[in-house]
């Protein structure tokens, strides 16, 4: 190990990330692309899965849940903000808390990283299949194998997904746009109807229950099953290579992600807990939502939905795929992994061989349908991961080094960074045992790997030393 590392050999303009041997991963991504990235992630089970679940143990006051849920998001995303406008880097997380923490917990969270969105990315096609199958089955249409027609249409998204993300990042967010503002807009008119429903315009009047009808614990309680409704914004860091304008557009891209959603999630639980009341929604659990839009519209509103969601998982899978590619490919430039995953596509500018170590694992989860748990594991991965970027910034600002200059700054520091960090790492108490035990064994494999295979590699501040 030499004495005086060399400098990274990336420079970060407003048109690309470029390295010694050339260009690479062109800022294609607008504003407008960040928030889709953010949204689209997160847009999903908050509304189309938690509302019957969390209205079930907490009543109307699980609107109270899902904001303290984006108020947590909120003290993780502030600080992932400020980092990312100082690095703005592909790799996200795994980026800054490698720079502020070193090599081997670098190595931790980028392979968890890795394959933690691997995982969630299963589990959202899956659920493409699984919403398809429901929209056909609204319309009386017979699909035959239910398993074998879900796996089918998951690992055809698999694949598409993957070979577009592999033609350009630009056709990645071109997608990520249309389909989220489609789902926005589906939405947008549903929570307007049932809005106006709540407050009596069209006559009808709302179930009366008292506000948090099991006391208000319950209500915190929620709030931690809730919180991976959030588990998304991060998304928009991963890509920070490719995001124009960084010191703008990614704080506001991260930042205001969140609180889309956040507003997004409790207008539904209070349209939702006036049209039905607790009783129906728990009933209903997980199709809750399908239910409160029959109330309002009948068959077209549920069919609408059912599309809405199956849309939410598309862009979920879209946004994770890209993602995925992007922390393996930086882990791969600092020479944590074999070097052939930040291999770039000269003719798409996209790292084919990263999205193919992504697309691959992938389609086979997808294929044994058996995702439910490891989408959990991917929750536990991304708790651990916005602890430690809290913890990383708060190691770089004691040490404060001559490079680190960001854009934008933690107001509320040090107490935002703290109170992130302690709820992201308290939040991981309430997880199923299972998937804590599978989290840590992901997580000692990637330690594993890091002491055999790069445990001569040093990172901090920027630098690379082999």
């Known amino acids: 190990m030499s004495e005086e590392p060399p400098p990274d050999t990336r420079t970060v303009t407003e048109e690309a990330t470029k390295h010694e041997e050339g260009t690479e991963l062109e800022r294609t991504i607008g504003l407008t692309g960040g928030l889709t990235i953010g949204i689209g992630t997160m847009i999903g089970a908050g509304i189309f899965v938690f509302p019957g679940l969390a209205a079930g143990e907490a009543g109307p006051a699980a609107m109270v849940s899902f904001a303290i849920g984006a108020v947590i998001a909120l003290l993780v995303a502030v600080p992932t903000a400020e980092l990312a406008t100082a690095m703005p880097r592909s790799g996200g997380g795994y980026f800054f808390i490698s720079r502020g923490m070193g090599a081997a917990f670098g190595a931790i969270v980028g392979i968890s990283l890795w394959l933690g969105l691997v995982f969630a990315s299963a ?149 939702a807990t006036s049209a039905l009341g607790t009783g129906e929604l728990e009933q209903a659990g997980e199709t809750a939502i399908v239910e ?80 439910e748990l490891l989408a959990e594991v991917a929750s536990f991965l991304h708790l651990v991961m916005y602890g430690l970027i809290c913890v990383a910034l708060l190691v770089i600002r004691r040490e404060d080094p001559d490079w680190y200059d960001p854009s934008f700054v933690t107001p509320g520091y040090p107490f935002v960074p703290v109170i992130g960090a302690l709820s992201s790492f308290g939040l991981i108490a309430f997880m199923d045992r299972l998937s804590q035990a599978i989290g840590i064994v992901v997580m000692v494999g990637a330690a594993v790997w890091y002491f055999y295979y790069a445990r001569d590699v040093s990172l901090r501040g920027g630098v690379t030393d082999v």
Request: proline content about 4%; hydrophobic content about 55%.
């Open 123 to 271: 589990f959202y096609l899956v659920g493409f299949g699984e919403y398809a199958v429901a929209v056909f089955l609204e319309m009386g249409i017979d699909i035959g194998n239910r398993a074998l027609f879900v796996a089918g249409l998951g690992v055809i998204g698999a694949v598409g997904l993957t070979a577009m993300s592999m033609g350009g990042t630009e056709n990645t967010a071109t997608l990520q746009n249309a389909i989220v503002s489609l789902l926005l807009v589906i939405l947008s008119i549903f929570l307007l109807y049932g809005i106006l429903d709540s407050v009596g315009i069209f006559g009808r009047e709302t179930v009366p229950e008292a506000f948090a009808p099991e006391g208000y614990f319950p209500v915190l309680t929620t709030a931690a099953l809730v919180f991976t409704s959030y588990l998304g914004f991060a998304q928009v860091a991963t890509v920070a290579g490719e995001i124009t304008d960084p010191g703008r557009n990614l704080p506001i891209a991260m930042v205001g992600s969140v609180v889309i959603v956040g507003i997004f999630y409790v207008l539904t639980i209070f349209v």
């Open 292 to 371: 409160v839009t029959r109330e309002f519209f009948g068959l077209p509103g549920a069919v609408a939905i059912l599309i809405a969601g199956l849309l939410a998982t598309v862009s979920s899978a879209n946004a994770s795929i890209l993602s995925a590619s992007r922390a393996l490919y930086a882990t791969s430039r600092d020479a944590l992994v074999p070097p052939q995953a930040s291999r770039v596509n000269l003719k798409y500018g996209t790292p084919h061989i990263a999205l193919a170590l992504v697309g691959g694992p992938v389609i086979v989860l997808v294929a044994t349908g058996q995702t």
